[in-house]
């Protein structure tokens, strides 16, 4: 087996990974290379989950018998967990959402509704990128729709970076909120945030950052990051699905009007009008996830026990040597940056002119699971030319081994279709 420098001790990590010890296919080993779409799920993690509904099921607030007070004990000692692993100044910064594209909306929902100076309307504008996942594109191009506000984004160059030359003339003082990714789920690419975030302040916009394909990757501070809203999801970072954050600064949350309304998120309520409870319950309304919190909650002590810098550099290590591999490949062409440098762990390809479904299929049939497609972000493949692409992304489990797999997968796939 290959060796590599900086490596995590994958052979007893993936002994608390149940699934990865599956046979697909009449018997071939399951060779799981689908982590930015969604991570698997350790052995502690099932067992939070399990444990809460057979010992603690309850609805959360409120109640004041045993269960209520455990699960509630639970619930909010998940979100504990979250504000301490992203660094949040306070724990009343972090909003359960049940995914990163619903704490997206909320923000452009927010946004939309606010008084000023924070509103969005027609005299403003919304900044984002040409590499967004849909979940970053479609709320804001729905904001200004709604308001008339004009939509402004950031191309690519050619090796899928940002194209920043003319980020004066992007971010005006028009521009009332700048959101943009911090890793690209299907270029890799991980962006300057420091350079964006330093002209939106400038102008005073306010800054999101969708971090779903980096919270679980390395360490998250959003204090580092200068950002007012970060948005990120649970079951690509070993949690259960269902579970999001979005985490925004105390002032702006106090200020902001709430997204859905319902119980919890009330303070008080009559016939003619309702008061909202603060934050972050103002955000919160119904029943929120309590079982997928506990989870994540579960989840971010795994990861916290590995320790992130370690995760990272583990990803790295694989991701520098899944790249040098892949372009050992006949016609394969990365699409993104074609080194490991400022690059996450994920990496989109074509093959000739193989259609990435066809790969996708004859690579699955050889228990290699990858993701084929546009990975919600078709304006990537429009600005390069391209119908779709196949997606290898990797993980903390992920090994040198999983690698070579796929690379004589593709030799077949080649070999297959002539």
């Not at 027609?122 to 479609?138: G, K, L």
């Not at 102008?203 to 948005?231: I, K, N, T």
């Not at 996830?289 to 989870?295: F, H, K, N, R, S």
């Not at 290590?317 to 400022?342: F, N, Q, S, W």
Request: glycine fraction near 8%; include cysteine.
């Amino acid at each position: 087996m290959t060796q590599l420098p900086g490596l995590l001790d994958t052979e007893a990590l993936r002994k608390d990974f149940p699934i990865l010890d599956r046979q697909v296919h009449d018997g071939r080993k399951l060779v799981y290379l689908d982590n930015a779409a969604t991570s698997q799920k350790p052995r502690q993690v099932l067992d939070a989950l399990a444990e809460y509904y057979e010992r603690y099921n309850a609805n959360v607030h409120r109640g004041v018998h045993v269960l209520a007070e455990e699960a509630t004990a639970l619930y909010e000692g998940a979100r504990d967990k979250v504000a301490e692993f992203v660094n949040a100044p306070s724990r009343d910064e972090v909003i359960f959402t049940k995914n990163a594209s619903e704490s997206l909306n909320l923000v452009a929902n927010m946004l939309g509704w606010a008084d000023e100076p924070y509103r969005v309307d027609h005299e403003t504008e919304i900044v984002i990128t040409e590499m967004e996942h849909h979940s970053n594109i479609v709320p804001w191009q729905l904001l200004a729709q709604r308001t008339g506000a004009k939509l402004k984004w950031f191309g690519l160059t050619d090796d899928g970076r940002l194209d920043l030359s003319n980020i004066d003339e992007i971010i005006t003082e028009k521009t009332k909120i700048v959101s943009f990714v911090l890793v690209s789920n299907i270029l890799g690419t991980v962006n300057p945030v420091e350079a964006i975030v330093r002209r939106a302040q400038e102008v005073g916009a306010l800054v999101c950052v969708d971090a779903s394909q980096a919270a679980p990757h390395m360490p998250l501070d959003v204090q580092a990051l200068q950002a007012d809203f970060v948005a990120f999801t649970g079951h690509k970072m070993c949690g259960p699905t269902g579970i999001g954050v979005l985490w925004g600064r105390q002032e702006l949350l106090e200020d902001l009007p709430p997204f859905l309304g319902g119980g919890e998120m009330i303070e008080t309520v009559s016939m003619s009008s309702s008061t909202y409870a603060p934050a972050p319950h103002k955000f919160e309304a119904g029943t929120p996830p309590i079982a997928q919190a506990v989870g994540l909650g579960a989840a971010i002590d795994y990861l916290s026990a590995i320790g992130m810098d370690k995760i990272l550099a583990h990803e790295h290590a694989i991701t520098e040597y899944a790249v040098k591999r892949l372009l050992e490949v006949p016609d394969l062409r990365i699409i993104g940056p074609a080194t490991a440098e400022e690059r996450g762990a994920a990496i989109s390809f074509t093959l000739g002119d193989i259609h990435p479904h066809d790969v996708g299929q004859v690579l699955d049939e050889q228990g290699i699971a990858v993701r084929v497609g546009h990975h919600c972000a078709r304006p990537v493949c429009l600005r390069y030319g391209i119908p779709a692409t196949t997606r290898a992304s990797f993980y903390l489990y992920s090994t040198p081994a999983d690698i070579d797999a796929l690379v004589d997968g593709l030799e077949h796939v080649r070999n297959f279709f002539g």
